[in-house]
């Protein structure tokens, strides 16, 4: 009677797939310019985190609506239903992208490499079905929540933990936008009054004098 409840203590400890979380993903350093806009945010790479997995295996970014994370079902082939970008926040809560093979994580990293992830940043994809992996922009200031996913052919042999839940930024609407020089100080006011006073009195003399 004890093997069912270990074998359920082992399944909650390790996910229902059998996959250790790693590390989770983190937005980029602070230093860099853009890291949150209205549709996309920056991510680090996952270097130095996949170190047991075979070197063909594919590492998929999933970006989902917290509301799926508790349910998220990692053997959902990529693009597939339930998986389309394009139908992101409507009748698909989480979406997979940016698929790349562990061989361009190298660890450690080579200099110069350029180590992070914009996730949003292909508009020439958002509207096109044939492309439901793409990386679009983002529909709405989220929040959303990320993690990466191995898989193995189509078998998920690794994956990190969620990210903390990220929230985009929101845009100003047009009429709450200062226009430069729109706004005058109570002194620049008295001072421009004083001016005209000034300048009435020296045009009154002027026509006096002729």
């Given amino acids: 009677t004890m093997l069912p409840l270990l074998l359920l203590l082992l399944a909650a400890a390790h996910g229902l797939d059998g996959l250790t979380d790693l590390k989770a993903p983190v937005l980029a350093s602070t230093s860099l310019g853009g890291r949150i806009t209205t549709s996309t945010f920056v991510l680090d790479q996952p270097r130095c985190i996949f170190t047991n997995v075979p070197k063909d295996t594919v590492i998929w970014l999933v970006v989902a609506d917290p509301k799926a994370v508790p349910d998220f079902n990692n053997s959902v082939e990529p693009g597939g239903p339930g998986r389309e970008f394009q139908q ?110 000034l300048f009435a009195i020296l045009l009154a003399g002027l026509v006096a004098m002729l």
């Fill in 88 to 197: 992101f926040l409507n009748s698909t809560l989480a979406y997979m992208t940016l698929n790349t093979t562990i061989l361009n994580y190298p660890c450690p990293k080579n200099p110069g490499d350029i180590t992070v992830l914009r996730v949003g940043s292909e508009t020439s994809c958002a509207k096109d079905k044939t492309r439901p992996t793409c990386n679009g922009p983002l529909p709405g200031p989220g929040p959303y929540q990320v993690k990466f996913l191995a898989l193995n052919g189509s078998k998920p042999v690794a994956q990190t933990r969620w990210s903390d839940r990220i929230t985009l930024r929101t845009a100003q609407p047009s009429g709450s936008i200062a226009v430069p020089g729109s706004g005058h100080s109570a002194g620049m006011i008295a001072l421009t009054s004083i001016l005209s006073i």
